[in-house]
C-alpha cells in the first residue's frame, strides 16, 4: 500500500505513540481489504461509547491514551453513551454506572472529540457532503450518511473509527470506491407505508433477505428523512446493509441501470407478517422512541399527540442533546413532561442499562430497537406505530 512521506513518519512514531499504533491498524486493515492507499477523511464517528459496552478495559485504554496526549485530526462525535449525561441521576440510572460513564466521556473529550453522543450526527452538527470519505461506526448512521447523503463510509468499528479520528486517514477500499456501490437486487415495494414503524418493518423484512448486499427500491412513495432513517437502521440490524437506493429519493440512484438485476417483490402481507414477528409482547412497562435519535420534527409530533393528556405508562423519546436543546426552546419538552414523559438526551434504550431499571416490556415503533431489545437487553417488544403506543400508554 502506498503510504504518503507523512504517515511514513506517523509509522514511524515521530508523531506519537498512540498516532502510530492508530494508523498500524489502519494499514493492517487496509492490507486485509486490498487498500491501494489511505484517504483523508471529513469526519467521524465513534461507537463504543456506552459503558455498557467499553467495560473497565475500555475505559482504562481511553484514559490512557488521552493522558498520552493524543487528539483527535478531524472533526469527531460520538455514538450514543450509556445515559443522559445531565439527567441521569433524576431518570434513575444506577450511580456506579453514571460514575464511570462520566469518566468515559471526559477521557473522549481529552481526546479533542465532541462529545455529543447521538446516532444521528448527521442532524447534530455533523453532517458530510455529497461523495466526501468519512469514517462513520454506528450502523444506521452508516446507512443514511451513505444512501440519503451519498457520503462514503466503510461500516467502521469502534477502534477503526477511533484511529481514523487520530490519524485523520483512512484505507481507500469497500464504499469509499465506486465499483462497490453498485446495486445487487431490485425491491419493488407494492404497500402503503405510514408511519416510520412500516418503513422499519419494511426494512427489517429486506435485512434479512439480502443480509449484506446493496438493495435498490422501487415504488416508494415520498418518504422524508425520518422514514427513510428507520428504513436504513433496520436493514443495518437484521442484514448487514450499509448502503441501499431508493428510486427518486437517493442520490446515486439515477446513476444505476437496474433492468437486468433480480427482483424481489414486498407487498402488504409481509409487512404485516413482520409486525406479528416483531411483537413478543402485549402490554408495554414503558414505550421508547426515538431509534435511530428522534428528529425536532418526531419530538414535535409527539408534543402534539401527548398535549393536555396524561399518561399512566412512561414514554421516552430519545435524541440528541442538541434536538433537545432545541425543543425545549420550541416548549415541546415541558409538554411531554407534563404529560408525563420525558425527552432523554446522550443515549437510547439499547445501549443503557434498561434491563437494570425495572422495565421487562418495552414498546417501539423501530424496527433495529425490536431486532436488538430481546438479546441486548432482555426485554419482550411490543412493535407498533406511534399512534398505537401512546393509545396504550393513555389506557
Ligand atoms: Fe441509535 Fe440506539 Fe437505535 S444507537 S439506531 S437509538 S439502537
Redesign the pocket.
Known amino acids: 500500500m502506498h503510504l504518503t512521506k507523512q504517515e511514513e513518519k506517523m509509522l514511524d512514531g515521530e508523531m506519537g505513540e498512540v498516532a502510530q499504533r492508530s494508523l498500524r491498524l489502519l494499514v493492517r486493515l487496509g492490507e486485509i481489504y486490498g487498500a491501494d492507499r489511505m484517504i483523508p477523511v471529513g469526519s467521524v464517528q465513534v461507537a463504543g461509547v456506552s459503558y455498557k459496552s467499553l467495560g473497565d478495559p475500555g475505559l482504562d485504554y481511553l484514559e490512557d491514551i488521552a493522558a498520552k496526549g493524543a487528539k483527535v485530526k478531524v472533526l469527531t462525535f460520538l ?2 453513551a450509556g445515559m443522559d449525561m445531565e439527567n441521569w441521576e433524576e431518570i434513575g440510572f444506577p450511580e456506579e454506572f453514571a460514575r464511570n460513564q462520566i469518566r468515559v466521556m471526559e477521557a473522549f473529550r481529552n481526546l479533542g472529540i465532541v462529545v455529543t453522543a447521538t ?1 444521528t450526527p448527521y442532524l447534530a452538527g455533523n453532517l458530510p457532503r455529497f461523495r466526501e470519505s468519512i469514517a462513520w461506526s ?1 450502523s ?1 448512521a452508516v446507512s443514511f450518511s451513505n444512501s440519503v447523503i451519498g457520503a462514503r463510509t466503510n461500516r467502521e468499528g469502534g477502534p477503526s473509527a477511533l484511529a481514523a479520528a487520530i490519524c485523520g486517514v483512512t484505507p481507500n477500499y469497500g464504499f469509499h470506491l465506486d465499483e462497490n456501490r453498485k446495486p445487487d437486487m431490485v425491491i419493488d415495494v407494492d404497500a402503503e407505508l405510514e408511519f416510520s414503524s412500516d418503513y422499519g418493518a419494511l426494512g427489517y423484512h429486506v435485512g434479512k433477505l439480502v443480509k449484506n448486499k446493496i438493495p435498490y427500491f422501487k415504488g416508494l412513495k415520498n418518504p422524508n428523512t425520518d422514514q427513510l432513517k428507520a428504513l436504513g ?1 433496520a436493514m443495518a440490524a437484521s442484514g448487514a446493509v450499509a448502503l441501499y437506493h431508493a428510486e427518486g429519493f437517493t442520490p446515486e440512484a439515477r446513476d444505476f441501470d437496474v433492468s437486468k438485476l433480480e427482483k424481489i417483490s414486498v407487498g402488504k402481507k409481509d409487512i404485516k407478517a413482520t409486525y406479528e414477528k416483531l411483537n413478543t409482547g402485549d402490554m408495554p412497562d414503558i414505550v421508547i422512541l ?4 428522534a428528529s425536532l420534527r418526531e419530538i414535535s409530533a409527539l408534543a402534539d399527540k401527548l398535549a393536555g393528556k396524561k399518561l399512566k405508562k412512561p414514554i421516552w423519546i ?1 435524541t440528541s442533546r442538541v434536538m433537545k436543546e432545541a425543543a425545549i426552546r420550541m416548549g415541546y419538552v415541558s409538554i411531554i413532561e407534563k404529560a408525563g414523559g420525558r425527552v432523554v438526551a446522550d443515549t ?1 434504550m ?2 443503557s442499562p434498561i434491563e437494570d431499571m425495572g422495565f421487562g416490556t418495552v414498546g417501539v415503533n ?1 424496527g ?2 425490536a431486532n ?1 431489545l430481546p438479546g441486548f437487553c432482555n426485554q419482550k417488544v411490543v412493535f407498533h406505530d406511534v399512534d398505537e403506543l401512546v393509545k396504550r400508554c393513555l389506557k
Open positions: 455514538n450514543p446516532c454506528e444506521s437502521a426515538g431509534c435511530p435519535h430519545c437510547c439499547v445501549v423501530s433495529k430497537a436488538y
